[in-house]
């Protein structure tokens, strides 16, 4: 199945359900902060989230209510602190309790990468000599048949749809991202369905340093959001907004202000260009 062009909220609403296992990756730049303010919109609930580093988007996804579970390695507001929506949840079940799944960035990757490869389980020597596998199931101990060598395994991930970022399309619904790419590849190989957002359809690629290409049988849907990064940045389109990550410390440490402040700049704008307008009309910088 070739990628189909759609507007994010029709891709939103078609592959992204209730119960879903949902990965929106990025690794410094090109997070998909568009598309979590649309399932946000959408009023989506009891999603397990799976990222090797949670950030800002998922603070607001958890404070909104979306999330029961999170599959992670690293979580935190790059930069400036905690993330105070997940710390609620952890700590205080607000707005309802969160379950957490931890693993090393070493056996995320590890997991991404067996699913990628249509593999049940990924091995690493990263687990050795730390008690986490005396605290989660999802890490076990098994016996190299060459060597002898005990190694952690690890689960494959299953997730239903992931969502990332990338600079452009061509007219064919092939991707091509570059700059610091993550595990944007082995989430879009890993899930059952998936979303890119892109800056730009362009009629053919020019090449870049590390780039990678995504063909178009690997997507299912291609949705056209200038800045859908934002406050996050897509290299050669748009530079990271630095203040917006120091203001978040400040919004997201109180429940009051959080909802008071998605209200105004998610749920009643209709799109990501009016969530833009919305921040530009109080003075902030886009």
């Known amino acids: 199945m070739n990628a189909r062009p759609l507007t994010l909220s029709d891709a939103v609403a078609e592959f992204v359900h209730d119960g879903d296992t949902v990965a929106l990756e990025g690794f410094t730049h090109l997070i998909p902060f568009a598309a979590g303010h649309e399932i946000i919109r959408q009023g989506r609930r009891d999603l397990t989230l799976v990222r090797m580093t949670?950030?800002?988007?998922?603070?607001?996804?958890?404070?909104?209510?979306c999330v029961s579970k999170l599959i992670f390695s690293w979580a935190g507001n790059p930069g400036a602190g905690s993330l105070h929506r997940f710390r609620d949840a952890v700590e205080n079940g607000y707005p309802h309790p969160l379950e957490i799944e931890e693993h090393s960035h070493a056996g995320m990757a590890v997991r991404y990468q067996a699913s990628a490869s249509g593999l049940p389980f990924g091995v690493l020597r990263g687990y050795a000599g730390t008690d986490l596998s005396q605290l989660s199931p999802t890490i076990r101990w098994i016996t190299c048949p060459f060597t002898g060598e005990e190694l952690a395994a690890v689960p494959a991930l299953s997730i239903d749809v992931s969502v990332i970022c990338a600079q452009q399309?061509?007219?064919?619904?092939?991707?091509?991202?570059?700059?610091?790419?993550?595990?944007?590849?082995?989430?879009?190989?890993?899930?059952?369905?998936?979303?890119?957002?892109?800056?730009?359809?362009?009629?053919?690629?020019?090449?870049?340093?590390?780039?990678v290409v995504l063909p178009s049988w690997t997507i299912d849907a291609v949705s056209v959001v200038p800045s859908g990064s934002y406050p996050s940045y897509s290299e050669d389109y748009s530079e990271r907004a630095n203040d917006f990550y120091a203001q978040w410390e400040g919004i997201?440490?109180?429940?009051?202000?959080?909802?008071?402040?998605?209200?105004?700049?998610?749920?009643?704008?209709k799109d990501h260009a009016a969530f833009m307008e919305s921040l530009t009309a109080i003075g902030v910088t886009t």
């Open 54 to 65: 949670p950030d800002i988007i998922y603070d607001q996804l958890i404070g909104m209510g």
């Open 169 to 211: 399309a061509d007219r064919r619904g092939n991707v091509m991202m570059w700059g610091i790419t993550g595990v944007q590849k082995e989430a879009v190989l890993s899930a059952k369905h998936s979303v890119v957002l892109v800056e730009e359809i362009v009629d053919d690629f020019t090449p870049h340093v590390n780039a």
């Open 252 to 269: 997201s440490r109180d429940r009051v202000a959080f909802h008071a402040w998605m209200t105004n700049h998610v749920l009643e704008t």
